[in-house]
């Protein structure tokens, strides 16, 4: 197999590529207390499974009328999850798509 020759492809680590990336802030308001801050999630099975969590409750949200009110009430009736982490996953995900 041949050398790829130099600058063919980009680097992971080209200046100036970490600033493209938006970074996250905090929700605000009153729905920003009812979820936990961050969730360390180990590699494998479980984090796969609450990566689907999350993306349900950011569904979730997407899936509202435009009259609902996205707020810690409807969250909390909406969300399916009734024991952690699953629960805390899915409103981090339903938080993070109201912004």
Request: proline share 10%; aromatic share 8%.
């Amino acid at each position: 197999m041949a050398a790829m020759p130099s600058g063919c492809c980009p680097s992971r680590k080209e200046p100036g590529r970490a600033e493209s990336y938006r970074t996250k802030s905090p929700p605000s308001g009153d729905i920003a207390a009812v979820v936990a801050s961050a969730m360390t999630i180990a590699a494998g099975p479980a984090s796969f499974h609450l990566s689907r969590v999350y993306a349900q409750g950011w569904n979730a949200v997407r899936q509202l009328s435009a009259d609902t009110p996205v707020d810690p009430k409807t969250m909390a009736t909406l969300n399916p999850y009734t024991s952690e982490p699953e629960r805390t996953r899915w409103n981090q995900g339903f938080v993070n798509a109201s912004k």
